[in-house]
């Protein structure tokens, strides 16, 4: 019980709660806690970055990696804007972070002072609780509150507000204890429901997303749905959830979902949904599955109990925590008999017809690279993207096989890509991990690849570059054909912009010589950098720039 400044108390608790990385860019307005963090750079790791948004981006992705509060820190007005892109990114996400922002002085608040403003009003919509910290003595009780609800329920953001002078400020104050996770059980009359909704079906599909997973629910999901031999799909960017390579994986159902899976959805007599929230996103604008009423029988299972008949009305709703609902459902006696082995079968044999060799225009060809990736990297290897028409690459070419693999925004968040990939290099420094970038995304945040090489973060990044916004020229084409206004994009040569930095850069033109150089770089010293010129014709997977304007102007 001594007296200690609210920098000194702030960062004391972060210890507490079991912060071990930070991400911030510095500013006066919490220059107390800068100066606490240098009394504790054993225990913490402070990773300044080159742009708010990259750090906000960095300890999201942190929070997906680990299932602990991402840690943030900003200053005031121009900082806490250009970090809220991180926040919602977490929102939409559910992933646990806390952004801490500095602020002006309590005696000048209310006065336009300088970068003034009004956060709880700013971060309300986007943010599960916003606080801000007036009174230094309860620093700890805020903090610990602040950690409990960015993990707990439905994981997301929370944004801490702390006053420049009250960080400053010295008092007498006992500390809290860490945290806990609180999670709810499921009941057992309706466990008995799902056994005995599962044991009438005869064409059910299992959906499977969301957060507050572990290794452990993870594998308790794999053995649940081996030993009933259901067909599994993931939900938008949570592919890491189950072994893509397994016999029942169905694919992800997300953004341009395969034909025959949205066919193989509508046609089930049993969704059974695990964790994902069915958001616009998992059910293609709400039109894969019926509102409010689904014509097949739905049940759904979710950490939050807002979350349960929020579009959809469920005939079976459970509000429980991915584990306690895992270890559950693993008591549940076997079926006398399997009625959807054939179904099963047929979904796994739709699913994997995807990866037969195609081509696309251009001397560049994307299914080799991705062909290559699928059968090379590590198992563990970490993939991350942003937002574009490329991210179809590593979302439907590539086999995530082991959890905690896929970084990518839920939220369609473009500029993810390169700060994810910082941070899960920094975290798990020997793992591979492989950047996904658009030409437009990775220049959002491009600069935290000075960060990368600052911190020896020394990831693999790929640039697919086809001089314009990819995604909203395809919609462009589709509803205006020919009419091309804003989309395209004057690059810099980025493999000579990575050497810049300290990296190492390469500009590819075919797949020969993108696999020749990549095993030359798998294990790179440095962040190295693969600029992959592909054709502008080549807009998507599946369909060109000349195919989507023709068919759009024959429509019209």
């Known amino acids: 019980m001594k007296k200690r400044s609210g920098g000194q108390i702030l960062v004391d608790h972060l210890k507490i709660h079991g912060v071990d990385h930070v991400f911030c860019v510095p500013g006066e307005s919490y220059l107390a806690a800068l100066d606490a963090f240098y009394d504790n750079q054993d225990s913490i790791k402070l990773i300044v970055c080159r742009q708010e948004g990259g750090a906000a981006y960095m300890a999201e992705s942190y929070g997906k990696l680990t299932g602990k509060p991402g840690i943030c820190f900003v200053t005031r007005g121009p900082g806490a804007t250009n970090a809220s892109v991180g926040v919602h990114t977490a929102f939409q996400d ?31 919509p986007i943010a599960k609780w916003v606080v801000q910290i007036d009174q230094t003595s309860r620093i700890p009780e805020l903090i610990s509150q602040a950690f409990h609800r960015a ?41 008995m429901t799902l056994h005995m909704m599962l044991g009438k079906a005869e064409k059910p599909f299992v959906i499977v997303g969301g957060s507050g997973w572990n290794k452990q629910s993870v594998f308790n999901l794999q053995t649940f749905i081996e030993k009933f031999k259901l067909p599994i799909g993931a939900s938008f960017r949570r592919q890491d959830l189950y072994d893509n390579r397994l016999l029942y994986y169905a694919g992800d159902v997300g953004i341009g979902i395969n034909p025959k899976l949205k066919e193989t959805i509508q046609n089930s007599d049993l969704l059974l949904v695990i964790g994902a929230r069915l958001g616009e996103m998992a059910t293609s604008g709400y039109s894969l599955i019926n509102i409010p009423c689904p014509k097949q029988k739905l049940i759904h299972i979710h950490l939050d109990s807002q979350e349960l008949g929020r579009v959809y009305q469920t005939d079976l709703s459970i509000n429980s925590g991915m584990l306690e609902f895992t270890e559950a459902i693993l008591k549940l006696p076997s079926l006398p008999s399997i009625k959807w082995t054939e179904w099963t079968s047929t979904i796994n044999n739709n699913y994997k017809k995807i990866f037969q060799p195609f ?10 690279i991705m062909e290559y990736l699928r059968n090379h990297l590590y198992d563990d290897a970490i993939i991350t993207n942003g937002a574009g028409n490329y991210t179809a690459w590593p979302n439907r070419y590539y086999q995530y096989k082991s959890f905690r693999t896929q970084l990518g925004p839920t939220n369609g968040s473009m500029g993810y890509s390169l700060p994810a990939a910082v941070a899960a290099k920094i975290i798990y420094p020997n793992k591979q991990v492989i950047s996904f970038n658009g030409d437009g995304c990775f220049l959002m945040n491009g600069q935290e690849l000075s960060t990368a090489v600052r911190y020896k973060a020394n990831i693999i990044i790929i640039v697919i570059n086809n001089g314009m916004y990819g995604t909203i020229r395809m919609h462009q084409e589709r509803e205006y054909p020919s009419r091309v206004s804003g989309t395209d994009l004057i690059n810099p040569n980025f493999a000579e912009l990575a050497n810049a930095y300290g990296a190492k850069g390469f500009t590819i033109h075919t797949a020969e010589e993108f696999i020749q150089i990549f095993e030359q770089n798998s294990q790179p010293k440095t962040p190295v950098l693969f600029e992959l010129k592909i054709d502008p014709e080549a807009l998507t997977p599946i369909s060109s720039l000349s195919q989507i304007r023709q068919q759009a102007q024959k429509t019209n």
């Not at 081509?359 to 080799?368: C, E």
């Open 94 to 124: 559910s992933t646990p972070m806390i952004l801490f922002i500095g602020q002006v002085a309590r005696n000048q608040i209310d006065r336009e002072a300088f970068q003034e403003i009004d956060f709880k009003r700013m971060f309300a």
């Open 359 to 368: 081509t696309i225009p251009g001397s560049l060809q994307m299914p080799k």
């Open 151 to 191: 993990v707990n329920g439905r994981p997301g953001p929370v944004v801490v507000v702390l006053p420049e002078d009250m960080l400053a400020e010295e008092v007498t104050v006992s500390d809290s204890n860490s945290y806990r996770l609180v999670q709810i059980a499921p009941a057992e009359k309706d466990l």
